[in-house]
């Protein structure tokens, strides 16, 4: 892999982080899901505007969920492993979070004012920012 420059190096970084990120993510969705749920309840009820969610999901939603969860995973692994070669994975990973939070924001205010959908919304919306903040400079950087 040719040298990097500070700003390819630290798209790197972030794509390391949101690597680990969406793997513990995704495995907590699928070993836990019911503890996920209840911490968003428990908070839900805390402020008293929420709703709170059932707890028993339908596991192939939880499925699908969890193959999401491996393929931002996967994107984001394999961009950090050769940022120059694998930047172009990177609009997919934008499509899938910016899917993810508008989903849930649509979510929020058709079916139920769940503090879990709306929280979905700010951090894939923010992940979806963030990874736009690193990528845009690299990608001007190298003139593509």
């Not at 794509?15 to 209840?38: D, E």
């Not at 492993?81 to 058709?110: A, C, E, H, Q, Y």
Request: hydrophobic letters at 55%.
């Amino acid at each position: 892999m040719p040298e990097l420059t500070p700003k390819q190096k630290n798209y790197r970084i972030l794509m390391i982080l949101l690597f680990w990120t969406f793997l513990i993510a995704g495995m907590s969705f699928y070993i836990i899901p019911n503890h996920v749920i209840n911490v968003f309840n428990l908070v839900s009820a805390k402020i008293g505007y929420f709703q709170t969610l059932p707890q028993d999901m339908e596991k192939f939603y939880l499925d699908l969920a969890v193959a999401y969860m491996a393929c931002v995973t996967a994107i984001a692994y394999l961009i950090s492993r050769d940022v120059l070669k694998n930047l172009n994975l990177t609009p997919v990973l934008i499509v899938g979070k910016t899917t993810s939070s508008l989903i849930s924001l649509i979510s929020f205010f058709l079916y139920q004012k769940s503090l879990l959908y709306l929280s979905n919304f700010v951090i894939d919306g923010s992940i979806v920012l963030i990874v736009l903040a690193f990528y845009l400079p690299v990608k001007k950087e190298l003139r593509i």
